[in-house]
């Protein structure tokens, strides 16, 4: 069963970066599809960004050329470098696998049969 923990996780005013971390375990990052997706109080979890076992990336558009997802294969480690965060960006934050064979669109949750729980990003204007 393949395990994900996040962190990296705060309060940063508006403009300001974070950058997230997934620790994947009993499983290789680059096998499968990885994704981080995010959830804001009263609102259904969306797609943030993912990366395939081919490194092919994919963003949501209210995230391209401020967010950035990579992973370390050597440190079996996803990442999500966000820089010039708003505080429409805040929310929680979760670190999702699937089958790298999975031929849903990469921002359906439901395709997605692992999770983290989840680290909390909070911007603030």
């Known amino acids: 069963q393949v395990q994900l923990v996040e962190s990296g996780g705060g309060s940063v005013q508006a403009g300001g970066s974070l950058r997230l971390s997934c620790a994947v375990s009993r499983a290789t990052v680059s096998n499968y599809c990885m994704g981080w997706f995010r959830q804001a109080p009263g609102k259904e979890r969306e797609g943030v960004a993912t990366?395939?076992?081919?490194?092919?990336?994919n963003y949501a558009n209210s995230v391209k050329d401020r967010f950035t997802i990579s992973r370390d294969n050597a440190k079996n480690t996803l990442f999500l470098q966000m820089n010039s965060l708003k505080p429409e960006d805040t929310g929680m934050y979760y670190c999702a696998a699937r089958s790298r064979y999975n031929p849903g669109h990469w921002s359906k949750t439901d395709t997605y049969n692992t999770w983290g729980r989840g680290t909390q990003v909070t911007v603030s204007s």
């Open positions: 990366i395939n076992s081919d490194g092919i990336t």
